[in-house]
């Protein structure tokens, strides 16, 4: 079955450390994107990539990173500098939209809670 | 700045009791607006796109509406299974290509 994939499904970082949230997709799906969702808000961007060995910071980079080395994985890495990192994760994919003309529907992942200790 | 915001924030009804739930935007020209399912703890699932004003989707219980200025998320009959929070997402025409705004999301509670 095509989808996306994201492990683990819980996560705890201790202060100071970095950590890593994985997400796989099998769509074929060019575009992807790590979103954060807190209690009582909307999802917020945190970067998105439309090709292999490109991403785009979003609304909320800081603190941190990403790669896109291969088409179907897209990791997200919570640095040390991010003050604030307990939320819940979410991955997303969509097909196309290079050339802007319209918007493709996002898929989401199971998605990542982090908390830390 | 483009803007969007769902109301209520929690709506509880009777299984079987119709409603709606609203979808308010403001956008400098719509590109596209989007409808999600959200179960707690797992990720949105993909319920509807509405492109223009007037357009209408249905999908069993589930009616899409879209105006110039909001869109409804209309509820018929509702059962149990239909609890969710229900987001709502808008692109306008200035925003880059894999911008969306999402609003915050109404909490559905179906009590049988």
């Known amino acids: 079955d095509g989808g996306i994939t994201q492990s683990p499904k819980y996560l705890f970082r201790k202060e100071g450390q970095n950590v890593t949230l994985s997400c796989e997709q099998n769509?074929?799906?060019?575009?992807m994107y790590w979103y954060r969702q807190d209690p009582g808000q909307g999802l917020r961007l945190i970067y998105y990539s439309q090709i292999v060995n490109d991403f785009q910071k979003g609304d909320i980079a800081e603190g941190y990173s990403v790669s896109r080395e291969k088409k179907e994985s897209f990791p997200l890495t919570v640095t040390s500098a991010q003050k604030n990192p307990t939320a819940f994760y979410l991955c997303?994919?969509?097909?196309?939209?290079?050339?802007?003309?319209?918007?493709?529907?996002?898929?989401f992942g199971p998605g990542t809670r982090l908390l830390v200790l | 700045e483009d803007q969007v915001t769902q109301s209520p924030e929690a709506l509880r009804l009777q299984e079987g009791e119709s409603s709606s739930l609203n979808c308010s935007y403001t956008?400098?020209?719509?590109?596209?607006l989007f409808w999600y399912r959200q179960d707690p703890g797992k990720g949105p699932e993909f319920l509807f796109t509405l492109y223009s004003a007037g357009e209408e989707k249905e999908k069993e219980r589930l009616k899409a509406t879209l105006t110039k200025k909001e869109s409804f998320l209309h509820i018929t009959a509702p059962k149990p299974e239909d609890s969710a929070t229900y987001l709502c997402?808008?692109?306008?025409?200035?925003?880059?290509?894999?911008?969306?705004?999402w609003g915050a999301g109404t909490k559905l509670i179906i009590k049988p």
């Open positions: 997303a994919s969509s097909i196309d939209s290079v050339t802007g003309a319209i918007q493709e529907t996002q898929y």
């Open positions: 956008v400098s020209g719509l590109r596209g």
């Open positions: 769509l074929n799906h060019d575009a």
């Open positions: 997402a808008v692109q306008g025409v200035e925003d880059s290509n894999y911008q969306l705004i």
